[in-house]
């Protein structure tokens, strides 16, 4: 399906879960890990669409509402990025003409309040964890079998969920949101993403830079990666690990069928629509 709106490229990858495609630093790191940590169960997601929305990045405005969110974490929040490099106050690379966000929408006020983005492989740009870590075709190591003809890879990062939400008064009084909103943000966006990839995506195998502990708590809720490389010093000790679609796809609808359901059906509609509505507009 998603192969009629960006090309695919078949070629060896890791999806990373923390966006290590720049150096981030000790303190969103270790933010990162506590994230995941208190949130890889999928229970907390079943009343999520009840407030919110998941948007696809579909149309350049949507994907400049991403931007502006990462650059309110990257770069005012928490100094990662030189603000003065995006004077349109929007934080991108290269590798964003290969990506797809995905946004956390706010039903009543209309706000977008996180993001992370999922990056398709490209010939010229490939992968942005390339740049620190020279993965092999570790496909071949998974247990199930696996045709090497057919293996796409991505990677998704820039994880972005901001302290300060305007427009969200009704949860904390306008002050920075409690953290248990901003980890179910987190979590949706994470298994928003888990979802793209088992439903929209033609990626047949994806790959993970994570420590041990990461790969117990998505064990722990059934996303099963299998250990495909020795551990490695890379901002602590990490592994690469491998899971294919198809368990993706079975661990989603064993643990969070509804949570799944929902959100395969609200990315088709919009697919749906943003197809018809290039289709008005060239023969306008």
């Known amino acids: 399906m998603w192969s009629t709106i960006v090309k695919q490229s078949r070629i060896s990858g890791i999806i990373q879960l923390y966006g290590v495609d720049k150096e981030f630093g000790a303190e969103l790191y270790s933010r990162t890990n506590k994230i995941i940590d208190n949130t890889m169960n999928m229970t907390n997601l ?5 407030n919110y929305d998941l948007v696809l990045g579909l149309d350049s405005e949507t994907k400049k509402e991403s931007y502006k969110i990462r650059y309110q974490v ?3 929040e928490w100094h990662l990025e030189p603000s003065l490099r995006y ?6 690379d290269e590798f964003d003409v290969n ?3 995905i946004l956390v929408k706010h039903k009543a006020s209309g706000n977008y309040i996180g993001t992370i983005r999922t990056v398709l492989g490209s010939e010229n740009l490939g992968l942005p964890f390339e740049r620190y870590f020279q993965a092999k075709k570790m496909y ?6 696996v045709d090497s003809t057919e293996h796409v890879a991505g990677e998704f990062s820039r994880l972005a969920v901001p302290k300060y939400i305007d427009g969200l008064n ?11 909103v901003g980890r179910l943000f987190s979590n949706a966006l994470y298994f928003g993403v888990f979802s793209y990839i088992a439903h929209c995506s ?10 041990e502990r990461l790969h117990r708590r998505l064990r722990q809720v059934g996303i099963e ?3 495909v490389s020795n551990f490695i010093d890379f901002k602590g000790k990490r592994a690469a690990f491998a899971i294919s679609k198809e368990k993706i796809k079975h661990a989603l609808m064993a643990n969070a069928p509804e949570f799944y359901e929902a959100t395969a059906a609200s990315f088709d509609s919009q697919i749906i629509a943003h197809h018809q509505m290039n289709a008005q507009q060239h023969t306008a």
Do not use: W
């Not at 079943?46 to 009840?50: L, P, R, T, V």
């Not at 009704?170 to 248990?180: A, C, S, V």
């Not at 033609?202 to 420590?211: C, F, G, H």
């Open 140 to 145: 071949c190591g998974l247990s199930e079998k």
């Open 225 to 227: 990666f299998e250990q």
């Open 99 to 101: 990506s797809i966000p």
């Open 87 to 92: 004077p349109d106050h929007m934080e991108t």
């Open 46 to 50: 079943s009343s999520f669409y009840e």
């Open 170 to 180: 009704l949860i904390n009084n306008g002050q920075p949101h409690p953290d248990k």
């Open 202 to 211: 033609d990626i047949s195998v994806s790959y993970a830079l994570m420590e």
């Open 74 to 76: 990257y770069c005012e």
